[in-house]
Every structure is written in structure tokens, then in C-alpha cells.
């Protein structure tokens, strides 16, 4: 993670954002200066003469020099190290005047984003917010800034201008009804960052989410605290530690399915013990049709039985049995077909099948044969059927895999459910399909 950048200036932490394709500056909310790479400025400064700005870059922490530009009509500081370019409050606004220039960057390629980049927006540059707080635009809920400090990133959660309306008590400062303050939340649960802009001051504060017990236990207060309702900004997801977990879980189980399917596929013998071919004419009486006896060797497996038939815009419903040719012992199966095709408004389209395969569990070594009774509005119905013993069936660790998925679906819907609970009272709340089709309609 990238080291932390405050500002040169009042020291406050900067924010990251894009403000174009590949072009991202670091701005500070607090004295609205900005740093800028030299190479995204898209105006010539010409700048001339050096003097020491007294300011440590806020990239390499390498000293900073003043120059001036324009005839001495504007001054900006520049990193002796990167070359990185910082504009005090106001300073872009002169160089707009003085270049005749409103767009003030580079248009160039797309550029990797670095950590801590917010969303791309249609601003040019950070706009500073006045001190004036009547009617002020909230421009975080479209820029979505984000904030480092001390390794971690901060997302921005809300920005609201709260209204003193009743005092009571003692303050270290006086406190009047109608004051009002720019208050900005940002997030890295369960930390908080929290930025309170009033007429003359500028105020960052942090804390940390406790659990209502901690606070308890902490005052000493008597009984229980009560029990939580809704989600706090800075509320660790509980789901959220949960779900690696249970992906390690669900990748090691999956393994071992997996493993254990190739192990028996690649012992499964999947020997042919018989394939033949019948015909059956519309105007028979008697359409059952038996195969000669074939013998199943080896352990108890089973049995895979491929039907081939000749359908083609007709149905056939097919009634099998498996008989042991020694006990006369049976086992009925069977299965209806049919198969349409044809074009339609250009397109062709197709519909069932000709073919069908049907499987039979736990065969015991012996000899058995196969009766076919089929029954159909095809004139002349011919099939062939193949008999394969001992075949690794596909779709059991498909099955598996998708039962062992369902906890990872769960704690996934889980974590994702409490996050759209937090950020639901943001100012970047987490609409869902639904919602977007309502406000389609």
C-alpha cells in the first residue's frame, strides 16, 4: 500500500482523484491546495527563478522550491526531487486566467490507477468547497473521494451540514443557535475518519468501532446494553473474516472431490458388453424386441444403456427392462422421445431428441439380456442400443461441488447484505437490480 500524503501545507490527509482518463491528483480538503504531476498539466507554466518554499513534498518528502511564473503574476511550488507541482487555494483559478486555458489537463492514455484513486468524474480538478455552508452542493457523492493514513485506505460514507439548533452545556467555544458545520465521514471498519469544516477552523478526528459490551464493561454500568439494531458506519462485517475462510474450505473439499472423481474415472473399466441394432414396422403386431444375453463381469457396477433411433418429426415412447437371464429377476426403465426440427422466419429450429441414455446403478456380475418395447407413430422405427458397464458418471461432482458451493453462497449473500445496510444511509448507497428497474419505469 502506498505511503500516506499529507498536505504541504496544513498537513491534512489528501485525497486521491481522477480527473480524467489516467490523470489523477491529490487534493486537500481542508486548504483546498492541490498536487499536480508535471507531466498532466496540459498549459505552459514557464516558470523562472528558485527560492526554498519551506514545504516537504508530499510524495518523496523531498524539499520543495518556489517558482514563478507569468511574469511574476503566479507562484507555485514544485518538488526539486519529482518535479511534482503544488497550487494553493486559488492558484489554478489564476492560471486558468493568466493561460486562457479552462481545461487545464493533458489529454493522454489511460494510465494504471494507482491505490487510494476514486471513481473518474467530469470535474477537471478537485473543486474547493467555500466556507459558506448555506446551499452548498454535496460534490463527494459524485467524486467518492478516498483517504490514507497510516496504511489504511478510508472511503468517504457521508457529507452533511448538521444545523445547531438548542444548546446545552459547557464548550470550549460559544455556541450559537444557527451555527452550522460541513461534517464528512470516512470509513476503513472498523476506523473512522471524521472532517468538520466550520466558518473559521478546520477539524479532523478518528475513532474506532466498540462493540456495545466493551462500552459496558468499560463504565461500569449496570445489566446489559441493549441489543443492536441496524449497522453502524464503522461496524466490522462479520461475514466479511468469514468468507476467506470458507473459500479455503470450499477450494480444499472441492479438491478432494474433484480428486476422487479422477481417481475413479480413471479405474472405471467402461467395457463394452454388448451393441446391436433393431427395426421395428408400424404394421407388426408384436413390437417388443429382446437382445441377445451378454454377461457383466468384474465388481457390482453399473450399467450404461445408449438408445439410437431413426426419429425424425415423430415421437416414441421407449419401455426397457434389464433381465437377469438366470433368475428372470427385472428391472424397468424407460423414456418418451421425440424429435422436431424445421425453420421458421428464416432460422431453423430444433426440438428433443432422437437419443437417449439411460444408467442403471449397481449391476451385479452375470448374464442378462435387454427387452425393448417400443411404441410410436413412425411408420418404421429402427434404434440401436450399446450396453457399457462400469462408466464414471459426470454429473455426481457436479452435484457435489455445487452442495459444497451453497456455504460460500450464503456467507458471500450474507456479507453483502450487511455491507448494502451500511452504505444504505450513506451518500453512495448500493442500489439493487430491482431498484434500478423501478427507476426505469
Request: proline fraction near 8%; charged fraction near 25%; charge should be negative.
Amino acid at each position: 500500500m502506498a505511503e500516506p500524503m499529507s498536505c504541504p501545507k496544513c498537513k491534512a490527509p489528501l485525497e486521491s482523484h481522477m480527473i480524467s482518463e489516467g490523470v489523477v491528483v491529490f487534493h486537500c480538503p481542508s486548504c483546498f491546495g492541490a498536487l499536480y504531476e508535471t507531466e498532466d498539466l496540459g498549459v505552459p507554466l514557464n516558470a523562472a527563478g528558485s527560492k526554498p518554499s519551506g514545504c516537504a513534498c508530499p510524495r518523496c518528502r523531498k524539499p520543495m522550491e518556489t517558482l514563478t511564473a507569468y511574469e511574476g503574476m503566479l507562484e507555485v511550488d514544485r518538488c526539486t526531487e519529482c518535479a511534482a507541482l503544488w497550487f494553493d487555494a486559488g492558484e489554478l483559478q489564476i492560471l486558468r486566467r493568466l493561460s486562457g486555458k479552462e481545461d487545464l489537463v493533458k489529454k493522454r492514455a489511460a494510465a494504471a490507477k494507482p491505490a487510494g484513486a476514486t471513481k473518474k468524474t467530469t470535474m477537471d480538478e478537485p473543486a474547493p468547497v467555500p466556507p459558506e455552508m448555506s446551499g452548498m452542493r454535496n460534490i463527494d457523492e459524485i467524486r467518492s473521494p478516498t483517504i490514507e493514513l497510516d496504511g489504511r485506505v478510508y472511503h468517504h460514507f457521508q457529507t452533511s451540514v448538521p444545523v445547531t439548533t438548542s444548546v446545552l452545556g459547557e464548550f470550549p467555544w460559544i455556541a450559537k443557535v444557527g451555527d452550522t458545520a460541513r461534517m464528512r465521514d470516512f470509513i476503513s471498519p472498523p476506523y473512522l475518519l471524521s472532517h468538520e469544516v466550520a466558518e473559521k477552523e478546520s477539524t479532523w478526528s478518528a475513532g474506532e468501532y466498540l462493540e456495545p459490551e466493551e462500552v459496558w464493561t468499560a463504565f461500569a454500568l449496570p445489566g446489559s446494553p441493549p441489543p443492536k439494531t441496524g449497522v453502524s458506519p464503522a461496524q466490522p462485517n462479520p461475514w466479511a473474516d468469514q468468507v476467506p475462510s470458507i473459500l479455503v474450505s470450499f477450494a480444499l473439499a472441492a479438491a478432494a472431490c474433484v480428486g476422487a472423481y479422477l481417481y475413479f474415472a480413471s479405474t472405471a473399466s467402461q467395457a463394452a458388453v454388448f451393441e446391436g441394432g433393431f427395426s421395428v414396422a408400424a404394421a407388426e403386431p408384436e413390437r417388443s424386441r429382446v437382445t441377445e444375453v451378454f454377461e457383466v463381469k468384474g465388481r457390482v457396477s453399473n450399467l450404461q444403456v445408449k438408445l439410437d433411433t431413426n426419429l425424425d418429426g415423430q415421437w416414441a415412447s421407449i419401455g426397457m427392462a434389464l433381465i437377469d437371464a438366470d433368475t428372470d429377476r427385472a428391472l424397468d426403465f424407460g423414456r418418451d422421445l421425440s424429435y422436431y426440427h424445421g425453420y421458421e422466419d428464416g432460422e431453423s429450429w430444433s426440438e428433443g431428441s432422437a437419443r437417449s441414455t439411460f444408467y442403471v446403478p449397481s449391476v451385479h456380475p452375470g448374464r442378462y439380456y435387454l427387452r425393448v418395447e417400443p411404441e410410436t407413430d413412425s411408420p418404421a422405427l429402427s434404434f440401436r442400443v450399446a450396453v457399457t458397464r462400469d462408466v464414471p458418471l459426470t454429473r455426481l461432482p457436479l452435484i457435489a461441488l455445487a452442495l459444497l458451493a451453497l456455504p460460500v453462497v450464503w456467507a458471500v449473500m450474507r456479507r453483502d447484505a450487511f455491507e448494502g445496510s451500511r452504505w444504505m444511509e450513506s451518500d453512495h448507497p448500493r442500489s439493487s437490480a430491482g431498484d434500478d428497474d423501478e427507476d426505469d419505469e
